[in-house]
């Protein structure tokens, strides 16, 4: 396994844009892929993006070119540019990083709301 910690989360306006980075213990080229999950309240948790290691990419629908996934496996780091906020984004966003048994960070609030 490996230990992963969120940042960037916070308060933004509709419209506006905040970028999330999920910091990784070990490298993570060993991963099927890293990816960005998120949970709104009363809510199942839902994928947003993922990255595989050679830099392939999978959007959920909803992010409608809004989103955009990256990775730097020289500093063992994956990024989530969100851009467009929407009201219906606000989450706890969540790092992943998928392999026989899935690790998870402990999760970033993006709240959207004027």
């Known amino acids: 396994q490996v230990q992963l910690v969120e940042s960037g989360g916070g308060l933004v306006q509709p419209g506006g844009s905040l970028r999330l980075s999920c910091a990784a213990s070990?490298?993570?080229?060993?991963?099927?892929?890293m990816g960005w999950y998120r949970q709104a309240p009363g809510k199942q948790r839902e994928l947003v993006a993922t990255?595989?290691?050679?830099?392939?990419?999978n959007y959920a629908d909803f992010v409608q070119a809004r989103f955009t996934i990256s990775r730097d496996n020289a500093k063992n780091t994956v990024s989530l540019q969100m851009n467009s906020l929407k009201p219906e984004d606000t989450a706890v966003y969540y790092c992943?990083?998928?392999?026989?048994?899935?690790?998870w960070g402990q999760g970033t609030q993006v709240t959207v709301s004027s």
């Open positions: 070990r490298s993570i080229l060993s991963f099927y892929a």
């Open positions: 992943n990083a998928r392999a026989v048994v899935d690790s």
């Open positions: 990255i595989r290691p050679g830099g392939g990419t």
